[in-house]
Nanobody, 119 residues
């Protein structure tokens, strides 16, 4: 199995920066895609950014130019650097890890970390 845990959330002022880290462990070789999602109260969970095993990344339009997703292979983490934060970035942020096992695709979610942005 693959285990996932997020860290790095916390209160930040509008215009500030924050870095989130997704730590994964277990059968790491099976992982093919890792993404950061967020969910604000009363809203659907949405993709923020994702990165595949080849290093190709994809961003939501709402965060392009303000966020950077990166892999740290030595630490087994995928980090999300967020800059110029806005109040609308306030949400619970979740890491999702996608992996293959026996020809079947699986996803595993972390428990999430809160990022409140004060105006």
């Amino acid at each position: 199995q693959v285990q996932v845990a997020e860290s790095g959330g916390g209160l930040v002022k509008a215009g500030g920066s924050l870095s989130l880290s997704c730590l994964f462990s277990g059968r790491i070789a099976d992982i093919n895609l890792i993404g950061w999602y967020r969910q604000a109260p009363g809203k659907e969970r949405e993709l923020v950014a994702e990165i595949d095993v080849g290093g190709t990344s994809n961003y939501a339009d709402s965060v392009k130019g303000r966020c950077t997703i990166s892999r740290n292979i030595a630490r087994n983490t995928v980090d999300l650097q967020m800059n110029s934060l806005k109040s609308e970035d306030s949400a619970a942020y979740y890491c999702q890890v996608g992996y293959w096992r026996g020809g079947v695709a699986y996803v595993r979610w972390g428990q999430g970390t809160e990022v409140p942005v004060s105006s």
